[in-house]
């Protein structure tokens, strides 16, 4: 009996971030979704159900923060687990809106870790 | 006049940077709706100085937006940032928003970017903006007429918005370029060698609407951010020089006042040659000895730090350490390595302002020789620099060593500094009976009489005591005298 790799929607405006990112996450078993901005971002999340959202704060068009509200308040979707990344700690974010918070730059593994606790807690 | 002629005259608003010395080379600063081009390779600061805008702009009340396009990542390069001194990290997100265009470019091409531009602009209500890595959009178009389009668009959009465009690229491509023949501004920065040493500085080729002060202006970049250090002498207006002094301040060797009328002119230039060890740093010492709490003074030296200055005070009966104690005197030591004239110059003028001194010894002036490009500028830069210190109240006394020993006069090169110095002392050895003797000339004291005859002088305990006139003695200044023939 085949397991479904866990679902991960990463979104980052970033390119260079965004696709290192996607394919260490790949390499470490995880189906990832990418999306260059928020908007981006929801209309994956909508689409594609993922287990777990990464997304950065600072993006255009839709940001990080702009995002998880939408998310939260996207029905019985709304508590998809949620992992905010940002090179600064945005002061608007409540710590409960997001899951957890991961400061840029991060080592993988610790990224990583915060990746596998929350899909487990999910 | 009418109202329409007096709103023509009102100057346009600045920008100001918070880069300190870039407003003054502005003219103040960069103007609202306007495009500027910061060009420079790598490493030349470009991130630096757009960046230092953006955080002194934030706290003027502003908001910035910061696109980049396949430049650093944005953790690399605040990660960078975190230990600049203007850094604030709670300005991020809310006052400084950092994003990619790169997705928008991708899948807009140059009107993706217009539009992401416009749209994060007017919902952050933002009025800066900086596109870090121009030269991605110049390679992403299919012709040069597509890239002068959007830097019109770009042009036209900053006007509407009222906001303030910095585009930062590596590349320098001609100056027929669109990019540089469109935009409003073109400011440049670089790193240069000069043998072994290098540099900074930063140039302005172009400021629509606005004078400037062109040419090459050195920089530093430090945990502080970018410096510009403008050319002294392009930015200190030289009126005034050579008014008039006519009250005079103490030499500190009595003897010597004596001679010069009662002292040396207060605000005045003194410039002493002579060999090494003859006595100028001591007659130095003697000039900044007369300083106290009221009228503090400056000993600004490139060779002697101040352990080795208060042990020379020391032997000539001079409380150096005590003076500096009490705040009458500062030794400021520069390191040899300094390589940048302007460096020098504005270190100096900021210690004279910050202690508000009154009497200032810069001991050596071959630091300030030894500065890269002194060849070139070093009589109005001198020029400049006195005037400052005369503008601030400053009476000044150089050293400046002369290479021989014993020689011709002629031989001396009193150097650029000579021009500018109001009065010049000349101390020099002589061989005479078999003994080497000091001697010490007065070659000039501007607008003012003064004893010419060349007297011996002695260092003791004391300090300097200056002698008689030689007498019977010729060739005095070729530094070999002699006795002339008794008349038959």
């Known amino acids: 009996m085949s397991t479904r790799p866990p679902h991960i929607l990463l979104v980052e405006d970033e390119p260079g971030t965004l696709m290192t990112t996607a394919i260490l996450l790949e390499m470490s078993g995880y189906r990832v979704s990418k999306a260059p901005n928020g908007r981006r971002g929801l209309e994956l999340f909508v689409a594609e159900a993922p287990d777990l959202v990464v997304t950065d704060y600072m993006m255009p068009h839709m940001d990080g923060l702009q995002l998880i509200e939408a998310i939260r308040a996207a029905g019985e979707r709304a508590s998809t687990p949620i992992l905010l990344m940002s090179s600064g700690l945005p002061p608007e974010v409540s710590p409960t809106l997001a899951d957890a918070f991961i400061r840029k730059p991060f080592e993988y593994t610790e990224f990583e870790r915060a990746v596998v606790r929350l899909l487990k807690a999910r | ?488």
Request: aromatic share 6%.
């Open chain 2, 1 to 488: 006049m009418s109202d329409r002629d007096e709103k023509d005259k009102t100057p346009p608003r600045r920008i100001t940077t918070g880069v300190p010395g870039l407003d003054t080379v502005l003219s103040g600063g960069l103007l609202p709706g306007a495009v500027y081009i910061v060009q420079g390779s790598p490493g030349a600061g470009k991130t630096i100085l757009a960046n230092q805008i953006c955080f002194h702009r934030v706290t003027q009340g502003e908001k910035a937006l910061y696109v980049t396009l396949l430049a650093e990542s944005h953790a690399r390069l605040i990660q960078n940032l975190e230990r600049m001194s203007f850094y604030d990290e709670r300005r991020l997100p809310s006052s400084i928003f950092y994003v990619s265009g790169y997705d928008d470019l991708e899948s807009g091409g140059l009107e993706g970017i217009l539009r992401l531009l416009n749209h994060e602009s007017q919902r952050r209500g933002t009025s800066l903006i900086v596109v870090d890595g121009l030269f991605v959009l110049e390679e992403s178009v299919q012709s040069e007429r597509e890239f002068r389009k959007f830097v019109n668009y770009l042009s036209t959009l900053a006007s509407l918005l009222t906001a303030t465009i910095l585009l930062l690229t590596n590349s320098r491509r001609t100056q027929a370029s669109p990019e540089y023949t469109m935009v409003d501004g073109w400011i440049e920065v670089a790193t240069a060698t000069h043998g072994h040493l290098g540099s900074r500085y930063v140039q302005v080729h172009k400021f629509r609407g606005s004078d400037f002060v062109a040419g090459l202006h050195t920089t530093v970049i430090s945990d502080d951010g970018m410096r510009v250090l403008p050319r002294l002498e392009a930015t200190t207006g030289l009126e005034g020089q050579g008014a008039a002094e006519v009250a005079r301040v103490p030499s500190g060797v009595p003897a010597l006042d004596g001679l010069i009328g009662g002292g040396v002119p207060q605000g005045s230039t003194t410039l002493v040659l002579g060999p090494t060890g003859v006595g100028k740093t001591t007659l130095g010492l003697h000039f900044i000895a007369q300083c106290s709490e009221q009228a503090p003074g400056l000993i600004f030296g490139f060779y002697e730090n101040a352990s080795r200055l208060a042990l020379k005070a020391r032997m000539l009966g001079i409380d150096l350490e005590g003076l500096v104690r009490r705040g009458a005197v500062e030794v400021v030591w520069q390191p040899a390595s300094e390589p940048s004239l302007d460096g020098l110059g504005y270190r100096l003028i900021e210690a004279v302002r910050r202690r508000g001194a009154k009497r200032v010894l810069v001991d050596g002036l071959r630091g300030f020789e030894r500065a890269q490009f002194y060849d070139e500028r070093s009589s109005p830069f001198l020029a400049a620099l006195t005037h400052v210190l005369r503008a601030e109240g400053v009476t000044s006394l150089y050293t400046s060593e002369v290479p021989q020993i014993i020689g011709e006069r002629s031989e001396i090169s009193f150097g650029p500094i000579s021009a500018v110095a109001e009065n010049i002392l000349l101390m020099r050895y002589v061989e005479l009976d078999s003994a080497l003797h000091r001697l010490l000339s007065v070659l000039k004291v501007r607008d003012s009489d003064f004893d010419s005859a060349v007297r011996r002088f002695v260092i003791d305990a004391r300090g300097i005591r200056i002698g008689d006139v030689f007498r019977d003695t010729e060739g005095l200044l070729t530094g070999h005298a002699h006795r002339p023939p008794a008349d038959a």
